[in-house]
């Protein structure tokens, strides 16, 4: 994959997948704008890893739950690289508990964060995007928003929500040269996931064809796929990295 001359922009790339996208993304050739929330010395330690790949690398601290946040976070991306060619909307966060347990504040974060942000990146993009007449955007949503998971209710309405997001925005960017996809992981070993307790990674491995978790690797693999020319007549999909824990 040649990504030479691209910049990308990564929202959650402090830390798993996607520190492992805008990695890959570099390796790639790829100049990263590395988005963040709190964790401002791990992006620091991502864009330091992205500069030693000989590649530019920028962190940008923004919640990209807040829409005016985002907006200053796009305008810093094409101040400082000129322009945007690929979106990859990774960010995300849990707040497991069952239904009637779940408070409202558990649902407006997950949605918040998970979809809402959605939304901000992809319009704060879009316009420049469409200017250029090309671009990348890749949502990363999860089998949960398929399958469902008891405990997710919040979560698997946000994954399952970014879903139709992205097939109705692929739908309206096409004919500008603009491909939205959807990459939906399953069970990937990360800070989101090392928390679970033992029995409940058990069941999921018993599950899974390949017989391992996935790492954010595997992830990010998929997304230099879409991002890459090879994959310029695809569009609206979901792709599944998951070791084959659900066939549909
Ligand atoms: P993670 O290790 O918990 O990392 C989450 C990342 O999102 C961090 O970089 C965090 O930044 C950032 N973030 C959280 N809230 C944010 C906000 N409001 N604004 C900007 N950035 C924010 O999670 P992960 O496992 O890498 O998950 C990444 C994505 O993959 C998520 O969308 C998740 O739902 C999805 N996914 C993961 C799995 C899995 O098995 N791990 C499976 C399916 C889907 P800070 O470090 O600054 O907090």
């Given at each position: 994959?040649?990504?030479r001359?691209?910049?990308?922009?990564?929202?959650?790339?402090?830390?798993?997948l996607?520190?492992?996208?805008?990695?890959?993304?570099?390796?790639?050739?790829?100049?990263?704008?590395?988005?963040?929330?709190r964790?401002?010395?791990?992006?620091?330690?991502?864009?330091?890893?992205?500069?030693?790949?000989?590649?530019?690398?920028?962190?940008?601290?923004?919640?990209v739950?807040?829409?005016?946040?985002?907006?200053?976070?796009?305008?810093?991306?094409?101040k400082?690289?000129?322009?945007?060619?690929?979106?990859?909307?990774?960010?995300?966060?849990t707040?497991?508990?069952?239904?009637?347990?779940?408070?409202?504040?558990?649902?407006?974060?997950?949605?918040?964060?998970?979809?809402?942000?959605?939304?901000?990146?992809?319009?704060?993009?879009?316009?420049?995007?469409?200017?250029?007449?090309?671009?990348?955007?890749?949502?990363?949503?999860?089998?949960?928003?398929?399958?469902?998971?008891?405990?997710?209710?919040?979560?698997?309405?946000?994954k399952?929500?970014i879903?139709?997001?992205?097939?109705?925005?692929?739908?309206?960017?096409?004919?500008?040269?603009?491909?939205?996809?959807?990459?939906?992981?399953?069970?990937?070993?990360?800070?989101?996931?090392?928390?679970?307790?033992?029995?409940v990674?058990?069941?999921?491995?018993?599950?899974?064809p390949?017989?391992?978790?996935?790492?954010?690797?595997?992830?990010?693999?998929a997304?230099?796929?879409?991002?890459?020319p090879?994959?310029?007549?695809?569009?609206?999909?979901?792709?599944?990295?998951?070791?084959?824990?659900?066939?549909?």
């Amino acid at each position: 994959m040649d990504l030479r001359g691209q910049v990308a922009l990564v929202t959650g790339a402090s830390r798993g997948l996607g520190r492992a996208i805008a990695l890959a993304l570099a390796r790639a050739g790829a100049d990263v704008a590395v988005n963040y929330a709190r964790s401002a010395t791990l992006a620091q330690e991502v864009a330091g890893g992205i500069a030693g790949l000989g590649r530019k690398a920028v962190p940008i601290g923004a919640d990209v739950a807040d829409f005016a946040q985002v907006e200053k976070m796009c305008d810093q991306v094409i101040k400082e690289f000129g322009k945007i060619d690929i979106l990859v909307n990774n960010a995300g966060i849990t707040r497991d508990t069952l239904l009637l347990r779940m408070k409202e504040e558990d649902w407006d974060a997950v949605i918040d964060t998970n979809l809402k942000s959605i939304y901000n990146c992809t319009k704060a993009v879009a316009r420049p995007m469409l200017k250029q007449r090309s671009g990348r955007i890749v949502n990363i949503t999860s089998v949960v928003g398929i399958m469902g998971n008891a405990g997710q209710a919040n979560y698997a309405a946000a994954k399952a929500g970014i879903i139709g997001f992205t097939r109705s925005v692929a739908r309206e960017l096409g004919s500008r040269g603009i491909t939205v996809n959807a990459i939906a992981p399953g069970f990937i070993t990360s800070e989101m996931t090392e928390g679970l307790a033992e029995e409940v990674k058990r069941s999921y491995l018993a599950q899974i064809p390949l017989e391992r978790f996935g790492s954010p690797e595997d992830v990010a693999g998929a997304v230099l796929f879409l991002v890459s020319p090879e994959a310029s007549y695809i569009t609206g999909q979901t792709i599944h990295v998951d070791g084959g824990l659900l066939m549909c």
